[in-house]
């Protein structure tokens, strides 16, 4: 299984950038597929995910900012980040998970800046 992320840049704070995941074989066959970040000196952290019936969530400091969804039929996961803070700077990476075995799968991540 192949995750490749890609849409990182820089902005400036209050723009935006859409994120975009393309997976090597059928999203369906994943239990979650997910969106996380990791700031400079900190761990990774959670952004936002989206369950194989459709559910999704994400961290209280993007909620009405982000939007996670996924194109099943190309195998795309997207992340649309409007609203964009400094304190969101960070590299993104796509993750699929399965349940069964378990096995998370990891992309290689895409640097996003944003400037005040």
């Known amino acids: 299984v192949q995750l490749q992320a890609s849409g990182g840049g820089l902005v400036q704070a209050g723009g935006s950038l859409s994120l975009s995941c393309a997976v090597s074989t059928s999203i369906l066959t994943f239990n979650t597929m997910s969106w996380y970040r990791q700031a400079p000196g900190k761990q990774r952290e959670p952004v936002a995910v989206s369950t194989e019936i459709g559910a999704t969530n994400y961290r209280d400091s993007v909620k009405g900012r982000f939007t996670i969804s996924r194109d099943t039929d190309r195998n795309i996961l997207y992340l649309q980040m409007n609203g964009l803070q400094p304190e969101d700077t960070g590299v993104y990476y796509c993750?699929?998970?399965?349940?069964?075995?378990?096995?998370?799968?990891w992309g290689q991540g895409t640097l996003v800046t944003v400037s005040s």
């Open positions: 993750s699929a998970y399965r349940a069964r075995g378990p096995s998370r799968y």
